[in-house]
């Protein structure tokens, strides 16, 4: 009787320590988003930053779109930040067809009403690109860009 009772008692510690990791792990992906929306700049604030480079220069990015910052981030690929002010629907109806149309395949995507990401292949790169539709820059759409080479 006594080991049911622990055994129980075991399980419910455990139960609850994952349940709070899972928790602590939606709170961190949160704070992450809300950085990254906090760190969009709006297109009458964008200064261009240059390609990173080794980017590859057949992504089609957006119709307008400034990039406003560049990493190479070693293992971890080329990153790159802009901002258009192409609307959001607009953006994930150029990158779902001009992808494929330049060589590039489509994989594991998700979209939501105000953001879409998707992974990506080409004969050179692996990468992902997400795009968020910016509330606080009426009618804009920030685009990220990662691109490691294979």
């Known amino acids: ?52 480079d080794g980017f590859p220069t057949n992504f089609p990015l957006p119709a307008g779109t400034i ?24 953006v994930l109806k150029g990158l779902q067809d001009d992808l494929p149309a330049k060589g590039f395949t489509l994989k594991n995507g998700e979209t939501e009403p105000h953001d879409a990401e998707s992974d990506w292949t080409s004969a050179e790169f692996d990468g992902r690109w997400a795009i968020r539709e910016m509330s606080q820059c009426a009618g804009e759409t920030s685009v990220s860009v990662v691109a490691r080479k294979k």
Not at 15 to 44: N, Q, T
Not at 67 to 90: H, M
């Open 1 to 52: 009787m006594r080991w049911a009772a622990r055994a129980a008692a075991v399980a419910t510690a455990l139960i609850l320590v994952a349940g709070c990791e899972s928790e602590s792990e939606k709170e961190k992906e949160k704070e992450r988003e809300a950085a990254a929306a906090g760190a969009a700049v709006c297109l009458k604030d964008a200064k261009a930053a240059q390609l990173p």
């Open 67 to 90: 990039v406003t910052s560049a990493e190479n981030r070693g293992d971890a690929g080329l990153v790159i930040e802009g901002v258009t002010n192409t609307a959001f629907k607009d």
